[in-house]
């Protein structure tokens, strides 16, 4: 019998420590996380397009769920950068994936401002989205 610390236990037992949680494959984290991320990244983008000006609200809490998404399945097992370049890329995915019909349609002029407010305000809250999962992100890592 050996002195372990949840109590006596027998020699054959001590040599085979057993885990309580089972021990997840890395690479079957990032699979998870890449997948899932990028479907809440596609799923808040098409939110996006169909809220309008509420957009705005809704872009924010958009990307600090993928981020809370990405922390929840890989913690702290990857790099930071890695991290946060996925969340990002997750956020700039979806945003493409959605809104890649108005890209050609896009024109800066002051004449046209007014047809093209939609698009500004899909910008800003994808801009919003992509400063709130690095944030949450950044926050969640350190």
């Not at 885990?19 to 983008?45: E, Q």
């Not at 990405?70 to 809104?99: E, N």
Request: hydrophobic share 50%; charged share 10%; net charge positive.
């Amino acid at each position: 019998m050996v002195s372990a610390p949840g109590g006596m236990r027998c020699s054959e037992c001590t040599t085979h420590p057993s885990t309580v949680t089972g021990a997840v494959d890395t690479s079957d984290r990032i699979g998870w996380a890449v997948s899932s991320a990028l479907l809440v990244g596609i799923i808040g983008a098409i939110l996006i397009k169909g809220l309008g000006f509420i957009a705005m609200v809704v872009g924010p809490c958009y990307g600090a769920l993928i981020g809370d998404v990405l922390l929840r399945i890989l913690g702290k097992s990857q790099k930071p950068a890695y991290i946060t370049a996925l969340g990002l890329g997750s956020v700039a995915f979806g945003a493409m994936i959605v809104f890649a019909k108005m890209l050609p349609n896009l024109t800066l002029s002051v004449m046209t401002l007014s047809p093209h407010v939609a698009e500004m305000v899909y910008g800003l809250s994808i801009g919003l989205a992509l400063s709130a999962c690095y944030s949450r992100l950044q926050k969640g890592i350190a």
